[in-house]
């Protein structure tokens, strides 16, 4: 289904975003994995997609550097000669109510979650608007929709990228590029394993279908917006929450 595309996926090296990753390259996709920690969990999602016969790539950046940003697409062009799709997953949280949140907290993660996406796409606009074709997805959250108590920072930033996702798609529909963004809801992944028994049930009792959503359960979503069967879907938000967002 994505045979000869070439995919940039920020944040790449563990959960949702390696779950993207190996699932793009199963449809054919070559991929880059874009990673700002560890280099060994980087390149345990190329394994991943290597050992099932995929194409897969390493690249170091904080997405939150314009500069660096711009190299990493430069390189990636070099490198592969086109850029297909770009998926904007990379996030971080910094949670604390808001008489207890720190300046640093609230700036870290807006610089990373918003400014993050806005430097991607900023930099691949250029090569997509001469390929006259393109698709961007950006994880925004369920948090950026409804709101959640103690995430005033991560809240802010992921209801901003659904306000980037609907300006770009109508900046750049014209030139064949869809844009859109996928909100999840509450994921299992390293950062949920973490949590009490009692959190946990708490969030699924805030969740219509009861229960968490695998990495894959996204992944799938980005894949058919990555593909020709979404060619005429831009500009939206499409939840996988569990019916949270009802």
């Known amino acids: ?3 000869n595309k070439v995919a940039l996926v920020t944040g790449a090296s563990r959960g949702i975003g390696r779950a993207i990753a190996i699932a793009l390259a199963a449809q054919g996709a070559a991929v880059v994995i874009n990673y700002n920690g ?5 390149r345990e999602t190329a394994d991943a997609i290597k050992s099932r016969g995929g194409r897969a790539s390493l690249y170091r950046c904080s997405i939150g550097d314009f500069q660096a940003c711009q190299e990493m697409i430069q390189h990636v062009i070099k490198e592969y000669g086109h850029l297909d799709i770009l998926v904007n997953n990379a996030g971080i949280t910094r949670d604390s109510l808001i008489m207890k949140m720190k300046e640093e907290d609230f700036d870290a993660v807006i610089e990373t979650n918003l400014k993050g996406a806005f430097n991607t796409i900023r930099h691949v606009s250029r090569q997509m608007l001469k390929q006259r074709s393109g698709k961007i997805i950006n994880i925004s959250s369920v948090s950026g929709i409804l709101g959640n108590a103690g995430q005033a ?7 901003g990228v ?3 996702t609907k300006t770009m798609a109508r900046e750049l529909a014209s030139r064949g590029i869809t844009v859109n963004a996928v909100a999840p809801g509450f994921v299992a992944t390293e950062m949920t394993d973490v949590l009490s028994e009692e959190i946990k049930e708490a969030a699924c009792s805030q969740i219509p279908l009861g229960k968490f959503g695998k990495p894959e359960d996204i992944a799938e979503i980005v894949v058919f917006l990555a593909s020709e069967k ?4 831009t500009g939206q938000v499409i939840s996988v929450d569990g019916g949270m967002n009802i």
């Open 1 to 3: 289904m994505l045979e």
């Open 38 to 42: 560890s280099e060994e969990r980087a």
């Open 153 to 159: 920072n991560y809240a802010a930033s992921k209801a």
């Open 162 to 164: 659904i306000g980037l």
């Open 230 to 233: 979404a060619d005429y879907i």
